[in-house]
Structures are given as C-alpha cells and as structure tokens.
C-alpha cells in the first residue's frame, strides 16, 4: 500500500524506502534492513505523505525525517 494515496498497488508499481539516520532513502533492490514502507513513482503521493507526516509513522521512528532523496530519485526517474 502506498503511505502518499493509500491505495494498494503491486509490489512492481511501488519504490520502497527506509530510514537511514535521519533521512528517507530510496531502496531500489529491495534489500536494505530495517522496516520500510511504500510509495507510488509519483511526486504527488510523496507530497502527500509528507504533508500528513506519513514517514515517521510507517517507518517507525521518532522526529522528522528528510525527504530530499526522493524527491531527486523521482526527479530523475521521471525525466
């Protein structure tokens, strides 16, 4: 399920991040430790997920996390 829409979608439809001290990381090959959670190849899900303060709460962790590197990651993926 993508934290920006909450819709569900296939596992190849969605891009799984996961904290990494203090800033949200893209996992492309889906193998980094830790909890992660999912989000549509969209900006729009990402702006919602982080207006509502999604990342905190599905990845588990305290304080605000620093969303830049996906927001690069889907600018080049998307150009």
């Known amino acids: 399920m993508c934290i920006g ?3 569900r979608a296939s ?5 799984r991040v996961v904290a990494v001290d203090g800033r949200v990381v893209v996992d492309e090959r889906r193998r980094m430790p830790g909890r992660g959670a999912w989000l549509h190849l ?8 982080a207006r509502r303060r999604a990342f905190p709460r599905a990845l588990r962790v305290s304080g605000a996390l620093d969303v830049n590197g996906v927001e690069e990651y889907l600018d080049r993926r998307l150009r």
């Not at 596992?11 to 891009?15: A, F, G, I, T, W």
């Not at 969209?42 to 997920?49: Q, W």
């Open 5 to 7: 829409c909450r819709k």
């Open 42 to 49: 969209d900006p729009g899900c990402l702006a919602a997920a």
């Open 11 to 15: 596992v190849s439809e969605l891009l």
